[in-house]
C-alpha cells in the first residue's frame, strides 16, 4: 500500500506543483511550463555540478509533502550505465522544509574524467528521472580536447528556452558553463511571450526566491540542460538580491539550495569565486564582481573584485600550469567605448562607455590584472562573459584606441580574449526598438569606436560552444530563435584564438589585405581621412579592366564596381557608408592594390 504522500503527490501535480493549494488554482500558466510527470516525487529534475577528479554535486528536490512530514529520506546512487546494473556509488539523505524539501549531495569517491549516471529514490521506491553528468580529469592527466557550453542570461518570461535544449541534445560536452542571471527577478514589460497570469514579482522574501527557482524549473528544456552536462554556475544581479541588505543572504540561500554550486566558503556565503582544473589542459576560474565590488583599492580607486578576491585570483593565475585558462565573469571585460557615438539609438549609454558597472568603472583594477598578466608571461587567457544580452568576441587590451600598443589588424598587443556568446532568451536590439535591418551599421559603428572588437551581433539570441585543443580554442555561437518552441539552430560565427598569441585571428581577408597594402607603391587615395568622396590615383596606368572594392577591416565586402577603361584616376561616392576605418582593394588580371582609409 502507498504511503499518504504518494497520494498528495498525485494532488500536488494537478495543481501544477510550485504553490500551495490555494495559489496554484489562480495561475494561469504559459505554453511549455510544466512539471516531471513521470518522476511524481521529484517534479523539478535532477542536476549536477562543480566537477571535481573524484567528486560531483547531485541535485533534486522531492514535491512538497503535505505540513505534518517533518523529513523524508531519499537514496541517492551513482552507476556507470543508465539501467544501474552495477552501482557504484549510494548514499542516504534526509531532507526537510529547512531546505525546502532539496536534496543536495557532494558526491565523493568517483573516479576521475568518467561519465556517471545517478538517480534518487524515496522511501517509498519512487525513483527520479536519471541524470548524467562527468567528472573533471586529474592535474596532471594528459587532455587531448575538452568541450564547453557557455550560457547566460535566460528569462523565462521573455521567450522560450530553445538552446537549452539544443545544449541538452549535445552529448560530447564535458561542461557547462553559466556565467549569470540563471533566473530573473522580475518580468520586462517590452518582452512578455511566456508570463503567467497574474504576473510574478520581485521576490520580497526567502519563500518567494525559492518559488522563482521552482518556477524555472518547470520548463522543460531547462530541465533537460541541467539533467544531461554537469553545471558551473555564477549569479549576477537578479539571481539574488544584491542591493538589498535585508535580502540578500536569503536570495544567496535559495540560489544555493537550487543551483548546484559546492560552497567554497562555509563560513562566507557571500564568497562564490572558485576553479576547477581539467588536467594539463584547463583551468576553469569562476570570479565575482557584483558582491565584493566597492572597496578601496588605492588612492581613489575601488575594485570591483574585493581585495581578497583580487589576491585570489592573481594567486590563482599565476600558480596555473594548465595550457589554457578560461576565466568567467558576469560582466564584459574588454569594455565598450561609445565616447562620439552618435545619438542615433534609444539606448541610454553611461558617459562614455556603454556600463560603468561593467570592467570600465573599474579600469585601474583592470589595468592590474593585465599587466600582471603580461609581467608573469600569463598566455592563453579566455574570459568568458554574459549580462550585455548581445554577440561579441574581442581582444583585451587595455589601450585598444593606442596603435603603438595595440594593433587592430592583427591583434598583438592583446593579453588574451573575451567571448560573450549572446543571451538565452532575454532581449536584446530589437526588442529595445531598433531595426535588425541595421544591425550592420552598428556592429561597423561598435567596431569604428572599439577597434579590438572581433565580432559583433545584435539581434540573435543562443549559446557559446568552446572547443579547447592544446594547440587552439574554437569558439562558436550558436543562434536558436525565442519566440516559439523550434529546432532550428545556426551556427552564427567560429572564431579561433592560437596557442601564445593571446588574441583571436583576425579574419584571413583582413590580414591579406594588410599584407597587400605592405607593397601597394602605385595607388594613393585622397582625401584621407574624408567624408563623402574617396579619389583614387595611380602613379600609371593600370591598362586593363578592373574591380574597386571596399571591405571593413573585419573582413567583409561593403562596396565594389567595376571600372571598363584605363583611368589613371577614379571617385568613388561613399554613400551611407558609416564611420570607420576601410581598405580600398583594386584587382586587375595581373595585380592587386590595397590602401587604408578613414571615414569620418
Known amino acids: 500500500m502507498k504511503h499518504p504522500y504518494y497520494q498528495y503527490l498525485m494532488i500536488l501535480f494537478f495543481l501544477v506543483l ?129 568541450k564547453v557550453a557557455v550560457a547566460s542570461c535566460s528569462s523565462v518570461y521573455s521567450g522560450y528556452f530553445n538552446a537549452y535544449k539544443r545544449i541538452a541534445e549535445r552529448n560530447d560536452l564535458d561542461l557547462m558553463i553559466h556565467v549569470g542571471d540563471y533566473l530573473y527577478d522580475f518580468v520586462d514589460g517590452d518582452e512578455q511571450v511566456r508570463v503567467p497570469t497574474p504576473t510574478p514579482t520581485v521576490p520580497n522574501s526567502l519563500e518567494e526566491w525559492r518559488e522563482r527557482h521552482k518556477y524555472y524549473l518547470l520548463d522543460p528544456d531547462l530541465r533537460a540542460a541541467r539533467q544531461q552536462h554537469p553545471w558551473i554556475v555564477l549569479w549576477d544581479n537578479h539571481d539574488i538580491s544584491h542591493n538589498n541588505p535585508d535580502l540578500i543572504l536569503a536570495s544567496i540561500q535559495a540560489f544555493m539550495e537550487y543551483v548546484p554550486v559546492r560552497a567554497p566558503d562555509l563560513e562566507e556565503p557571500k564568497n562564490i569565486y572558485r576553479s576547477f582544473n581539467y588536467g594539463n589542459l584547463l583551468d576553469v576560474v569562476i570570479i565575482d564582481i557584483l558582491v565584493h565590488r566597492d572597496q578601496d583599492m588605492q588612492g581613489d580607486e575601488w575594485s570591483v573584485l574585493g581585495l581578497e578576491q583580487y589576491d585570489w585570483l592573481l594567486n590563482t593565475l599565476e600558480n596555473s600550469d594548465a595550457k589554457w585558462r578560461v576565466i568567467g565573469n558576469q560582466k564584459q571585460m574588454a569594455g565598450w567605448n561609445v565616447d562620439g557615438v552618435p545619438d542615433v539609438f534609444p ?124 594547440d587552439s580554442v574554437i569558439a562558436q555561437i550558436w543562434y536558436s530563435p525565442i519566440l516559439e518552441i523550434s529546432e532550428e539552430e545556426i551556427l552564427g560565427v567560429e572564431l579561433v584564438m592560437r596557442d601564445a598569441e593571446n588574441h583571436w585571428v583576425h579574419p584571413q581577408i583582413s590580414t591579406q589585405i594588410a599584407a597587400i597594402e605592405k607593397e601597394s607603391e602605385g595607388m594613393e587615395l585622397y582625401p584621407n581621412p574624408t567624408k563623402d568622396a574617396l579619389n583614387i590615383s595611380f602613379k600609371e596606368k593600370l591598362n586593363s579592366n578592373y574591380n574597386v572594392e571596399i571591405w571593413s577591416l573585419d573582413g567583409r565586402l561593403l562596396m565594389q564596381q567595376k571600372v571598363n577603361n584605363n583611368l589613371d584616376k577614379l571617385t568613388l561616392t561613399l554613400g551611407n557608408l558609416p564611420k570607420g576605418n576601410y581598405y580600398v582593394l583594386i584587382h586587375t588580371a595581373t595585380t592587386k592594390m590595397a590602401k587604408s582609409f578613414v571615414k569620418e
Open 347 to 470: 539606448i541610454e549609454f553611461d558617459g562614455p562607455v556603454a556600463d560603468s558597472t561593467s570592467w570600465d568603472g573599474y579600469n585601474a583594477e583592470r589595468v592590474l590584472i593585465y599587466d600582471f598578466l603580461t609581467n608573469n608571461n600569463i598566455n592563453n587567457n579566455l574570459v568568458v562573459t554574459g549580462d550585455l544580452h548581445i554577440s561579441m568576441a574581442s581582444d583585451l587590451t587595455a589601450t585598444p584606441l593606442d596603435t603603438l600598443t595595440y594593433n587592430e589588424t592583427t591583434g598583438e598587443g592583446s593579453v588574451g580574449v573575451e567571448f560573450l556568446p549572446t543571451s538565452i532568451s532575454r532581449g536584446n536590439l530589437d526588442e529595445q526598438g531598433i531595426s535588425p535591418d541595421i544591425n550592420d551599421f552598428v556592429v561597423d559603428l561598435d567596431k569604428f569606436y572599439n577597434p579590438n572588437r572581433v565580432y559583433a551581433e545584435f539581434i540573435q539570441h543562443g549559446y557559446g560552444l568552446l572547443h579547447i585543443k592544446p
Open 18 to 146: 510550485t504553490q500551495s493549494p490555494t495559489q496554484a488554482q489562480e495561475i494561469i500558466m504559459p505554453d511549455n511550463m510544466y512539471a516531471d510527470s513521470t518522476n511524481l516525487a521529484f517534479p523539478y529534475g535532477v542536476t549536477s555540478g562543480d566537477p571535481l577528479p573524484n567528486a560531483v554535486i547531485i541535485w533534486t528536490r522531492i514535491a512538497t509533502p503535505p505540513v505534518t512530514v517533518l523529513s523524508i529520506p531519499v537514496t541517492w546512487e551513482m552507476a556507470l550505465n543508465e539501467d544501474f546494473a552495477d552501482i557504484v556509488l549510494s548514499g542516504n539523505f534526509e531532507t526537510n522544509p529547512t531546505r525546502d524539501w532539496t536534496i543536495k549531495v557532494d558526491a565523493i569517491g568517483l573516479q576521475p574524467y568518467t561519465t556517471y549516471y545517478y538517480r534518487f529514490v524515496d522511501s517509498e521506491g519512487n525513483i527520479s528521472q536519471t541524470g548524467r553528468t562527468k567528472t573533471a580529469p586529474e592535474a596532471n592527466d594528459n587532455i587531448d580536447e575538452i
